[in-house]
């Protein structure tokens, strides 16, 4: 049996930066479902955020109002104190980031660069270039690297094991050996990622299928607030690669079919740098009003920029137009509409990254502190992910350290790898059935067909319905290769059942929540209500189904108000 | 179209073998596009690895139409032919099907040390960097490890020991850093020819690199540092 006192599931930033953190005493280790640098966050482009002041219109800048312009963006649902501890990590972190190798982009006088993002009140987001995310996972892994830090990679983790309300172990699938393994472990921290593609348009990479959330639920974890989906206001058209903020923070314009720069109809102090919820809207409104191009879509236009400030500062978004759309934003406008790009809600865990479950941790996309309430702003994913990933790994240490005994769950650990060996041989002998890869297809449509931007019960009712047919249809499911080496069949057929679960938390808990609040806009309740809706989305997994329970927020410093950009 | 894909599981075939498919990809899809519907519609056994699909994560090098590239890069419709032959990347290993083993790679990589060795904690405002100066490290920073160079390399190919283009361009990428302390010792560790000394120059490297970085522009820039850094020392030593 491999047993470790602490294992880390997933190599992305909130991963990484959790096996950084961890007290090096400890047994711990990483595992991965691919390649750490091939995780989600290297796709990441416009910067993370932190009150350095550095920016010069931005001398005046704190991790205060860096917390408040968080907490507004989050239409007035993240906890305020894990917002304010948030900002408050942010600047040692990037002071630290730094150190270890991060070249951020500098100013003249040779600080690190900040760049103006949406929803911000000065200009804090760090960047190198328009590849930020590419250089923090980069150096995060050169320092897990230089630490000898454990991986397992191209492992997927398949089920959690819990005895007694404690967390005992794992299964997971080697790709590579083509094995199904049992771990035993005293503690875990998921950093599994975000699930867009749940969706059909998304900014995420193909593998984002978020089973972690998924999984999470299953074993009976609670997740939190999972109706708030991010939709990013700029994807390229046909693809929905991400168009990073960046290029709006740098100056870009949004513009509708009749050449009019129309957020001015929606926010008319932010504009094109309103918060991500309220430019999505408004491009999709525009979209939906006849104002778009082709009736789907509007235009990005960086060409007022010039050539050199594109070239400096966003040449990873030229490259990705000229090799994905064919032009060159220097010369042309980019052709842009909100797509699937961020998950507000998951793993439903405290400000210590804890969960309900003895030893169980959280940090990252897949959890849900909250910091990001129903809205998240630009910048604060990458900054979340490293700091509560530090945070996790710390709290896992001071748990393995308070000397929690463990439990003895050879048997279940092992029995539970079994089992799955024995019904993926099941699925693969039957005669046929459904194709996996299909019913991922029809998932991601019914997600983005009824549980889009704008939503109202009876289309969320109608993407429940369909759920419960799929769900059917998995029943069926089917291996028609090998159940041996990188069989992505199993991988997707393991993740699919917990997107299954990852849907419906989201339909029901948006056909709930009967107002409008940051990314959740009810089209039959288009206004936020604070009176009755002030308070967390909680879904727990039962014999009987799905139940939501609702969790008052603690009342903070900001008293929420109406958000005018 | 054709799409004739190299299909091996070591395990089960004795040797690798060519499958035909038969698909009609859509107008703007890439290779990578129609591998995965190849994939859910028509042969769901088929295996290779993905990620980003938008050229920054480095897992769908291959070789396509006989070039090194990445799938997610290649435009089906830029091939110009009835024929899209796709085989895995050469000079490694296959696993399965498209999905080779890049231990090697990777070896490589961790050999180098690649990491910034700066010397006490963090400066309480951060490290002062001339902007120029830091600029000069992004060429190499946008670097992905998709291990399309080493692939290439006629080197890394008859020699298993060569660190090959991406190691040595991320070693670069440290040696030029403003905020990096590495002893010489460290660069001197390539002074061989499983070093520096090992580049041909025929610069297979830069041909195939899906992100412009130039592997041999560092590889030549070790080459000028390690010269330099042993003048200053037998300078030091014969004044």
Redesign the interface.
């Known amino acids: 049996m491999i047993r470790y006192d602490l294992l880390i599931v997933g190599g992305g930033l909130a991963g990484l930066s959790a096996a950084l953190s961890a007290d090096p005493k400890f047994k711990v280790a990483v595992i991965s479902k691919?390649?750490p640098?091939?995780?989600?966050s290297?796709?990441a482009q416009g910067g993370i955020n932190a009150a350095?002041a550095n920016h010069p219109d931005g001398a005046e800048d704190t991790c205060d109002l860096h917390a408040f312009d968080t907490i507004k963006g989050s239409d007035y649902l993240a906890d305020q104190d894990a917002a304010e501890l948030l900002t408050r990590l942010a600047i040692p972190t990037?002071?630290?980031l730094?150190?270890?190798?991060v070249?951020?982009?500098?100013?003249?006088?040779?600080?690190?660069?900040q760049r103006p993002f949406g929803g911000a009140g000065f200009p804090r987001t760090c960047y190198?270039?328009d590849?930020t995310g590419?250089?923090l996972l980069?150096?995060l892994y050169?320092?897990a690297?230089?630490r000898n830090i454990v991986f397992y990679e191209e492992w997927l983790v398949t089920d959690i094991i819990i005895r007694d309300r404690k967390l005992a172990g794992l299964v997971a699938y080697d790709l590579?050996g083509?094995e199904i393994i049992p771990l035993r472990a005293r503690a875990v921290i998921f950093a599994t990622g975000g699930y867009g593609r749940v969706y059909q348009k998304s900014t995420n990479?193909?593998?984002n299928l978020g089973s972690g959330i998924g999984m999470a639920y299953k074993a009976g974890i609670p997740l939190k607030d999972m109706e708030f989906v991010q939709f990013h206001p700029t994807s390229l058209l046909?693809?929905n690669?991400?168009i990073t903020e960046a290029a709006r923070g740098e100056g870009g314009y949004l513009i509708n079919a009749k050449g009019r720069r129309f957020m001015e109809d929606y926010a008319s102090k932010a504009m094109e740098l309103a918060p991500r919820d309220i430019v999505a809207r408004s491009i999709q409104r525009e979209i939906d009003k006849g104002n778009g191009f082709e009736g789907q879509y509007v235009h990005l236009d960086l060409r007022h920029l010039g050539r050199e400030k594109i070239l400096k500062r966003l040449p990873?978004i030229r490259?990705?137009c000229l090799?994905?759309a064919?032009l060159d934003p220097i010369d042309r406008p980019i052709p842009i509409l909100p797509a699937q790009h961020y998950s507000m809600g998951g793993i439903d865990v405290d400000a210590t990254c804890a969960s309900p479950v003895e030893g169980f941790f959280a940090a990252g996309e897949c959890a849900c502190v909250s910091v990001h309430g129903a809205n998240r702003l630009g910048g604060n994913s990458l900054l979340e992910a490293i700091v509560f990933g530090k945070v996790a790994g710390e709290s896992a240490s001071a748990y393995l350290r308070g000397g929690s005994a463990g439990i003895d769950a050879d048997r279940e650990t092992a029995e539970a790898a079994r089992a799955l060996m024995a019904r993926m041989r099941s699925i693969h002998e039957r005669e046929a059935g459904e194709?996996?890869?299909?019913l991922l297809?029809r998932l991601k449509r019914l997600m983005s067909d009824t549980a889009g931007i704008f939503r109202d019960a009876p289309t969320l009712s109608r993407g429940l319905e369909e759920l419960a047919e799929l769900r059917e249809a998995y029943r069926r499911v089917f291996?028609?290769?090998?159940c041996?080496?990188?069989?992505?069949?199993m991988v997707v057929l393991v993740e699919f059942e917990h997107m299954l679960e990852i849907a419906e938390a989201i339909l029901l808990g948006a056909l709930r929540r009967e107002e409008t609040r940051g990314s959740h806009f009810r089209t039959d309740f288009p206004k936020r209500d604070d009176a009755a809706w002030l308070k967390h989305t909680i879904i727990t997994r039962s014999e009987k189904g799905p139940a939501i329970t609702y969790r008052d927020l603690k009342p903070g410093r900001y008293a929420p108000q109406e958000r005018v950009y | 179209l054709t799409f004739k894909i190299l299909r091996f599981e070591p395990q089960r075939d004795e040797r690798p073998r060519f499958q035909l498919y038969s698909h009609e990809p859509k107008p703007q899809d890439t290779v990578l596009e129609a591998l995965k519907d190849i994939r859910d519609q028509q042969d769901p056994s088929l295996s290779f690895r993905y990620s980003c699909r938008e050229a920054v994560c480095g897992s769908c090098s291959m070789v396509i139409n006989g070039r090194i590239s990445l799938a997610c890069r290649t435009q089906v419709s830029d091939l110009g032919s009835d024929e899209v032959v796709i085989e895995p990347l050469p000079n490694l290993e296959i696993q399965k099907d498209l999905i080779v083993d890049l231990k090697p790679f990777w070896e490589a990589y961790r050999r180098i040390e690649p990491f910034l060795q700066a010397p006490e904690g963090p400066p309480e405002r951060g490290h002062q960097v001339d902007e120029k100066d830091m600029e000069r490290v992004f060429q190499y920073i946008t670097c992905i490890l998709c291990a399309c160079c080493y692939s290439a390399c006629p080197v890394a190919t008859r020699d298993g020991r060569y660190a090959g283009p991406a190691a040595l361009a991320k070693l670069y990428r440290f040696a030029i850093d403003p905020r990096d302390r590495r002893p010489f010792s460290s660069l001197e560790r390539v002074d061989g020819p499983d070093g520096v000394w090992g580049c041909d120059t025929v610069f297979r490297c830069n041909d195939v690199c899906p992100k412009d970085v130039r592997p041999a522009d560092g590889i030549e820039g070790l080459r000028r540092k390690i010269i330099a850094g042993k003048a200053k020392r037998i300078f030091r030593r014969e004044p």
């Open positions: 691919v390649h640098i091939r995780s989600h290297v796709a350095l990037m002071y630290e730094d150190h270890w190798g070249p951020f982009s500098r100013f003249p006088k040779g600080t690190i660069a190198a270039a590849r590419q250089v980069h150096t050169e320092q690297v230089r590579a083509g990479a193909y593998i046909g693809k690669i991400l990873g490259d990705i090799h994905f064919g194709n996996v890869f299909q297809n291996i028609y290769g090998n041996g080496r990188y069989c992505q069949e």
